[in-house]
């Protein structure tokens, strides 16, 4: 499953809880396996506990219970200094009274490296991120995304094996962001090194990830490749966080291996796979991307159930056509088509019979 | 270089700009913020004469005085005239002796021969009743007055006395600054040591240089931690510091202070303790007061707030990420502190420390109640040629000098480390 590498438990979190106050669960029962020279990241909604989990690796945050392994060794009781773990933070965090350089030669220094081989590896780590001209300017004079380029150089600079990033690109414009994204990916594959990364930016998880752990509520909702995670996620609330969705509520009417059947609450009944429902007579939510909904007959399965769908708004959005549709008494049914030669532009007040192949229907927890 | 015009040049070369109604842009633009400026020195227009009134008049008053003695000058016309007509080596002849009767007359008939033999005084101690003394018996005196004056007090052929007189005689002098750095003129108009039992200022103001650098380096040191309390505790913890730090500044300085004297004295808070405790024996109280220690403590206690207050404005800007990044580069803790933590605090230490020096080389009060014989400082000094010695003029050089030092402190710290790095909060 793993691109780079297989996981061979080079960060393990076993059984890791933290609570800050005693009273509340910050995060609950984390168990987390990574392979070295994977690039994992933590993605879910704000509070949910990423970077308390990336602080506890890091070691600025004890684990209230529970072990924290780096390349078989548990590092509870080692001060963050002897680590060896860089670290990329949301605001750079770029040392304002040293030059870029003196920021980059820092980790250096402190391992006491010989003057020669300090400024040969700067000189390395600068030119990687292409900002070897600005060694000698304050990060007061660079923009943001060189100040970024910088402290991702510096978190690389003394080859750590670990590299953790808590929202790096945070701050960063669209167009530049998705620039970055591109650069860390690239560093990714060049170095080998191991990345954990922290965002709740989906779009960025999905594209530079080799697995993704999703988190809610202090636990890790599903660990999976991206493709994995968006094509068949395990529960409603990865359904939902992770790309737009589409759901539907009903009853299991019926439970085969491979196959369920579902009645909607307004009693049509549809096909759709078995993810996490136990049996017939169970409350289930289904879910659908809205790339997966099909609206011409042809395309469907000869016998597939089909559904009747009223449009209530067409979205023109260049490359997609965007439509919105009121489908089993809900009214945020949306449904996406490619805008390719003789495509139909559906009409508001239209209505149009819409199915899906079962296995893109997955039927999941009611929560 | 470029050859491309910028600058001065290519406006130059463009056309005149105007406005709608025909007026060239720049005198409309001229126009529109002279009014500006004109209300907004109205708005600073009060503060400006408040300033003027209580800061800049009374030091110039102050420099001035600290060089121009008008005592005997103004009021014994007929000797400054002698003076000035018989330039210094002339030995005083009996003409001059008659313009010293005449003189003396006149000032005891308007009662400024006090004024006239304090001024004599403050260059020869010990003068000032020559002068009174003589005056009495002035009217009755007859020449040939030489032989007269000489006949009441031998004194007056002294040459000391004449010189300090031919001194006096000019209203601009720069005696004062001389004596405030224990110096003065001998007969032949040479800088010299003053006399030994009369230098006093050079030791206190390297006294009071030296008091002021020890309690600036307590406080800060005092002081650098309870800021970083201040500026990383959780609100609620930090609020409640901040109220103690600020709590000296709604307690009277005097109430203050003599609550130290409570502490500190012999028989006091601190010593009983000790002593109840064995630490020191009962003929072994400690002198932590009337002595530089009281002065140290009390200070200290006074100024921690003015370090404090600099500080922590700075540290709270320091965001905790670059301790985390630095510590994630691998730097000890002590390390982070020194190379990362530390340099990005300059800006406060610096104003700390100018501010309580500064304001420990000028205090007054508190060494004057706890400081005893050794804890004197020079303000204490100038309080003194101010208010019994009424040598105003000795008063304003000490405290031209006391000015020099402070503003020499700024040049100082501006060159090493730049005014506009200090933060005051
Ligand atoms: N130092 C702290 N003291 C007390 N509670 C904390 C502390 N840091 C975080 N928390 C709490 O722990 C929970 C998880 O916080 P965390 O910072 O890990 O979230 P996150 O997933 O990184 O969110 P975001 O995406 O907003 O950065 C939050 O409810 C937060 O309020
Ligand atoms: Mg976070």
Known sequence: ?367 | MSDIPIGPTATARQQRLETADGTPLKSALARASRRQKLRALALVAPLALFIIVTFVLPIGQMLLRSVNNTQFSDNMPALVQWFAENPPGIDPDEAAFAALVSDLRNGAAQRTVGSVGTRINYEVPGTRSLFTATARRAADLEPPYREALLEVNSDWAREDIWAAMRGASQAYTANFYLAAVDRKRDLDGNIVQSDPQNRVYVQLFLRTFMLSGVITLICLLLGFPVAHLLATLPLRKSNLLMILVLLPFWTSLLVRTTSWIVLLQGQGVVNNVLVALGVIGDDGRLALMYNQAGTIIAMTHVLLPFMILPLYSVMKTIPPSYARAARSLGATSWTTFRRIYLPQTIPGIGAGSILVFILAMGYYITPALVGGATGQLISNQIAFHMQNSLNWSLAAALAALLLGAVLLLYWVYDRLVGIDNMKLG
């Open chain 1, 1 to 367: 499953m793993v691109r780079a590498g297989h996981d061979d438990g080079f960060v393990v979190f076993d059984h890791v809880q933290k609570s800050y106050d005693g009273e509340t669960l910050v995060v609950k029962d984390l168990d987390l396996s990574i392979g070295k020279g994977e690039f994992l990241t933590m993605l879910g909604p704000s509070g949910s506990g990423k970077t308390t989990c990336l602080m506890m690796l890091a070691g600025f945050e004890t684990a209230t219970h529970g072990d924290i392994r780096l390349a078989g060794r548990p590092i509870n009781h080692i001060p963050p200094h002897r680590r060896g773990i860089g670290m990329v933070f949301q605001n750079y965090a770029l040392f304002p009274h040293m030059t870029v350089g003196e920021n980059l030669s820092f980790p250096l220094e402190v391992r006491r490296m010989s003057r020669s081989d300090r400024e040969a590896k700067v000189m390395r780590a600068l030119d990687m991120v292409q900002m070897g001209q600005f060694v000698n300017r304050r990060p007061a004079q660079l923009s943001g995304g060189q100040q970024q380029r910088i402290a991702l150089a510096r978190a690389l600079v003394f080859e750590p094996e670990l590299v953790l990033m808590d929202e790096p690109l945070g701050a960063l414009d669209k167009q530049l962001r998705e620039h970055m994204q591109f650069e860390i990916k690239h560093l990714h594959d060049r170095l080998g090194v191991t990345v954990v990364y922290v965002t709740h930016d989906q779009g960025e998880a999905l594209t530079m990830s080799d697995r993704i752990a999703v988190f809610n509520d202090g636990r890790i909702q599903q660990l999976a490749p991206p493709q994995v995670l968006y094509e068949r996620p395990d529960n409603s609330f990865v359904a939902q966080f992770i790309g737009e969705n589409n759901r539907l509520e009903g009853v299991v009417e019926q439970l085969g291996p491979d196959r369920c059947t579902v009645r909607l609450t307004n009693g049509e009944i549809i096909d759709a796979a078995p993810v996490n429902v136990r049996g017939a007579g169970e409350r289930t939510v289904i879910s659908i991307r809205p790339e997966r909904v099909e609206f011409m007959p042809e395309r469907l399965p000869p016998g597939a159930h089909t559904l009747e769908a009223e449009v209530l708004e067409f979205i023109y959005m260049g490359d997609m056509f965007r439509t919105r549709l009121r489908v089993a008494g809900s009214d945020n049914f949306v449904i996406k088509s490619r805008n390719s030669a003789g495509q139909a532009r559906l009409r508001p007040g239209e209505t149009l019979r819409i199915g899906w192949l079962a296995e893109d229907c997955r039927a999941l927890d009611a929560a």
